[in-house]
């Protein structure tokens, strides 16, 4: 792993609109790009927002429209993006992340594998973890409510993630959860997090943004407030190695009868 940075683009997405809200999005990779950032996370169902009973009609193949702009995107700006939208696949539709570089590749995609409350009527749960190996280090994909479950970011960390971005939907009342779930996750296994939260409301929830990079303390390094808006952090490999180097989770992790 090298130094890099990344940033959380919070926005308030408008439903079902998806030229508008990648329009959108474009201008949170700018801003991003102009700040130094090689990463870029931006929140959960980026494309069209959380509009379950429209999923059919809006739902896209992991080489569509929207992941091909992603990929322009990275490719024109230079940096990575985070995402996640509907795929459409063999007729069944999952809640996946992808992973874009910076010469326009997809290098990642990630479904879903925790469906939160009713998500589980519209999409089908994924099945397995994922880890890429990129030029700053090796990157895991997380979706929202998956970050409750702590086995999914400790199969990532036991393939070796340096860093777990994360698109979410994290909706109010749960703020103190959300921050806990985040810093818990770095601090359990001594890694990365970038969490990109969304604004605004859809038609069941409304959202309170603090989207956060969390450093593997468990310490949120940079943080947004509850409006559209951008953090960024420096992400360094110093941290994670002198933490690990005092003492180290997993080496010392024993299983259980």
Same mark, same amino acid.
């Given at each position: 792993?090298?130094?890099f940075?990344?940033?959380?683009?919070?926005? *308030?997405?408008?439903?079902g609109?998806k030229?508008e *809200?990648m329009?959108?999005?474009?201008?949170f990779v700018?801003?991003? %790009?102009?700040?130094? &950032?090689?990463?870029?996370v931006?929140?959960e169902?980026l494309?069209?927002g959380?509009?379950?009973?429209?999923f059919d009609?809006?739902?896209e193949p992991?080489? +569509?429209p929207?992941?091909h702009e992603? #990929?322009?995107m990275s490719k024109?700006?230079?940096i990575h993006?985070?995402?996640?939208?509907v795929?459409e !696949?063999?007729g069944?539709?999952? @809640?996946?992340?992808v992973?874009t570089?910076?010469?326009?590749e997809l290098?990642?995609? /990630?479904r879903?594998?925790?469906l939160?409350?009713?998500?589980q009527?519209?999409? !089908? *749960?994924?099945?397995?973890?994922?880890t890429?190996?990129t030029?700053?280090?090796?990157v $895991?994909?997380?979706i929202?409510?998956? %970050?409750?479950f702590?086995?999914?970011?400790r199969r990532?960390a036991m393939?070796?993630?340096?860093?777990?971005?994360?698109?979410?939907n994290?909706p109010d009342p749960?703020k103190? #959860?959300? #921050?806990?779930?985040?810093?818990?996750?770095?601090?359990? @296994?001594?890694?990365?997090v970038a969490?990109? *939260?969304?604004?605004?409301s859809?038609?069941k929830?409304s /959202?309170? $943004?603090?989207?956060?990079?969390?450093n593997p303390? $468990?310490i949120?390094?940079?943080?947004?407030g509850d409006?559209? +808006?951008? &953090?960024i952090?420096?992400?360094t490999?110093?941290?994670?190695?002198?933490?690990? $180097?005092?003492v180290d989770?997993?080496?010392?992790m #024993?299983?259980?009868?």
């Amino acid at each position: 792993m090298k130094d890099f940075k990344v940033a959380v683009a919070q926005m *308030n997405m408008k439903l079902g609109d998806k030229k508008e *809200n990648m329009e959108k999005a474009e201008g949170f990779v700018s801003k991003a %790009t102009a700040a130094g &950032a090689d990463f870029v996370v931006l929140p959960e169902y980026l494309p069209t927002g959380s509009t379950p009973e429209r999923f059919d009609e809006l739902a896209e193949p992991a080489s +569509g429209p929207s992941v091909h702009e992603l #990929q322009r995107m990275s490719k024109q700006y230079d940096i990575h993006i985070a995402a996640s939208l509907v795929q459409e !696949e063999k007729g069944g539709l999952y @809640n996946t992340a992808v992973l874009t570089g910076r010469k326009g590749e997809l290098l990642a995609t /990630y479904r879903k594998v925790h469906l939160f409350m009713d998500e589980q009527e519209y999409v !089908e *749960n994924g099945t397995e973890t994922v880890t890429v190996d990129t030029e700053f280090g090796r990157v $895991g994909l997380m979706i929202c409510y998956d %970050t409750v479950f702590p086995e999914v970011a400790r199969r990532m960390a036991m393939d070796g993630a340096d860093i777990i971005l994360v698109p979410a939907n994290w909706p109010d009342p749960f703020k103190h #959860q959300w #921050q806990l779930a985040t810093s818990s996750r770095a601090l359990d @296994n001594q890694l990365w997090v970038a969490a990109a *939260n969304r604004v605004g409301s859809d038609e069941k929830f409304s /959202y309170f $943004g603090c989207s956060r990079v969390v450093n593997p303390y $468990g310490i949120p390094v940079a943080e947004c407030g509850d409006e559209e +808006g951008l &953090a960024i952090a420096e992400i360094t490999s110093d941290s994670a190695r002198e933490f690990k $180097g005092i003492v180290d989770f997993i080496r010392d992790m #024993q299983p259980l009868p």
